[in-house]
């Protein structure tokens, strides 16, 4: 499956941003989806997942009540709407997929396919 991500841009701190994720080639309901960021010298970290009918959802503590993760599998497309901004959210968003043949996404197991990346870059 062909991922390509898009939404990202330059916000004030305390600001929102919706990413999507739109995917290509591939049965998206089979795929958990999984949100990463790599912010720069630092290494790529998970962010949000999503099982694939999207009964289950993941976050990293840092952006739990802030950030929510979903799907609209109608239109083979995920989202991370991320709201009250802060300046360490800056870094480079990745979705990635992860084929499933069960309704669970799994952060022990590597994902499938990545997209290119889209940039946030929130502002103090």
């Known amino acids: 499956v062909q991922l390509v991500e898009s939404g990202g841009g330059l916000v004030q701190t305390g600001g929102s941003l919706r990413l999507s994720c739109a995917a290509s080639g591939g049965t998206f309901s089979m795929y958990g989806m999984g949100w990463f960021r790599q912010a720069p010298g630092k290494e790529r970290e998970f962010v949000s997942a999503?099982?694939?009918?999207?009964?289950?959802?993941y976050y990293v503590d840092s952006v739990k009540g802030r950030f929510i993760i979903s799907r609209d599998n109608a239109k083979n497309t995920v989202y991370l709407q991320m709201n009250t901004l802060k300046p360490e959210d800056t870094a480079v968003y990745y979705c990635?997929?992860?084929?499933?043949?069960?309704?669970?996404?799994?952060?022990?197991?590597?994902?499938?396919?990545w997209g290119q990346g889209t940039q946030v870059t929130v502002s103090s």
């Open positions: 990635a997929a992860q084929y499933s043949d069960y309704d669970v996404v799994s952060l022990k197991i590597e994902f499938d396919s």
């Open positions: 999503i099982s694939r009918s999207g009964g289950t959802r």
